[in-house]
């Protein structure tokens, strides 16, 4: 199960956290290996267009923006292989990463495993969920509701961007949230709030996704939070924008984490970790800022440490 092998840099995730962490190894000749997960390339890819990312005036799609990176990583010697770590012993070196087939044994890991979309776990929601009109991805998916009615669960900026994004194809957008005012930036909330296809369901918590014996979504129950009154929305699909969840479940521990569940770096840092040689990256240590372009700078200081790091511990 056991490889003797000693890998001197292990990326776990191949969104831009990790490739671009890989292609900064990779060009210090460390011969990188990168560990790809259930969905490589990560949230990104998930993402038709990114307008925001420097040096694509014109904008770029998600996937091809991931694929470029791959393709640069791989030039410059980086290896990838598909396997889920299933836990760690950083208890001793070379670290261990106990994978389902073998054990990689590493110098040093850089963890950018991600985050992934939260739900809110009403009934109905997981029979529904992926093509059955529950999504939480509105680039993906919203060009399947042309002239639908649509629902848009949550209040901060993502919530108001999907909602906005969903204008283009759906007829009309519920804005589902608890409160009387969305979280959002002043500027996505006022957009929102004045677009002739939104409508705001203030007040008001979904209670339940409609449609599960049909195998589609039929309507979402939702419950205002004021009075207790219970109303049915018309909908086809159903948009989960209420945070994510950061997968860091296979390393913490022994790797800190926050309350929040993402791992905390230690104090003059952004990447580096309480154990020695271990760096993290990316959205599954970042809940503040989550773009791309700081997921790969994150990915930059993680590469640079963990090369800075092997050349002080070469003799070890």
């Known amino acids: 199960m056991s490889n003797s092998s000693v890998e001197n840099v292990v990326i776990i995730g191949t969104g831009c956290a990790g490739l671009t962490a890989a292609i900064y190894t990779a060009r210090a000749n460390l011969n990188p290996l990168v560990l790809e997960g259930p969905l490589p390339g990560g949230q990104l890819t998930t993402t038709s267009e990114v307008e925001n990312f420097p040096g694509f005036p014109h904008g770029v799609d998600g996937f091809q923006l991931t694929q470029n990176m791959r393709e640069q990583a791989t030039r410059f010697g980086t290896r990838f292989e598909q396997t889920l770590v299933e836990r760690v012993?950083?208890?001793?070196?070379?670290?261990?990463?106990?994978?389902?087939?073998?054990?990689i044994l590493a110098k040093t890991v850089i963890i950018a495993t991600g985050a992934s979309p939260r739900l809110t776990g009403i009934p109905g929601e997981k029979e529904l969920y992926g093509g059955k009109g529950v999504t939480t991805c509105a680039t993906c998916d919203g060009a399947f509701y042309r002239k639908?009615?649509?629902?848009?669960?949550?209040g901060g900026d993502s919530a108001a961007e999907e909602a906005?994004?969903?204008?283009?194809?759906?007829?009309?957008?519920?804005?589902?949230?608890?409160?009387?005012?969305?979280?959002?930036?002043k500027i996505m909330a006022d957009r929102a709030a004045a677009?002739?296809?939104?409508?705001?369901?203030?007040?008001s918590v979904p209670v339940e996704v409609l449609g599960v014996k049909d195998g589609a979504v039929s309507g979402l129950k939702v419950k205002n939070v004021k009075t207790g009154a219970?109303?049915?929305?018309?909908?086809?699909?159903?948009?989960?924008?209420?945070?994510?969840?950061?997968?860091?479940g296979s390393f913490a521990p022994p790797l800190e984490v926050?309350?929040?569940?993402?791992?905390?770096?230690?104090?003059?840092?952004?990447?580096?970790?309480?154990?020695?040689?271990?760096?993290v990256a990316g959205d599954c240590s970042d809940h503040i800022y989550r773009q791309a372009i700081t997921?790969?700078?994150m990915g930059c200081q993680a590469a640079i440490e963990a090369e800075r790091w092997l050349a002080e511990h070469h003799h070890e």
């Open 295 to 297: 997921a790969a700078g």
């Open 89 to 103: 012993d950083f208890t001793s070196m070379p670290r261990q990463l106990i994978c389902s087939d073998r054990v």
């Open 195 to 203: 677009h002739e296809k939104i409508q705001m369901v203030w007040d």
């Open 148 to 154: 639908m009615e649509v629902a848009v669960l949550g």
């Open 258 to 279: 926050d309350e929040g569940g993402y791992f905390k770096p230690q104090a003059g840092s952004q990447v580096q970790t309480n154990v020695p040689g271990v760096y």
């Open 230 to 248: 219970e109303s049915v929305l018309p909908v086809k699909g159903i948009f989960v924008a209420i945070g994510h969840i950061p997968n860091t």
């Open 164 to 185: 906005m994004f969903l204008t283009r194809f759906a007829s009309k957008v519920y804005l589902v949230h608890r409160r009387d005012t969305l979280r959002a930036s």
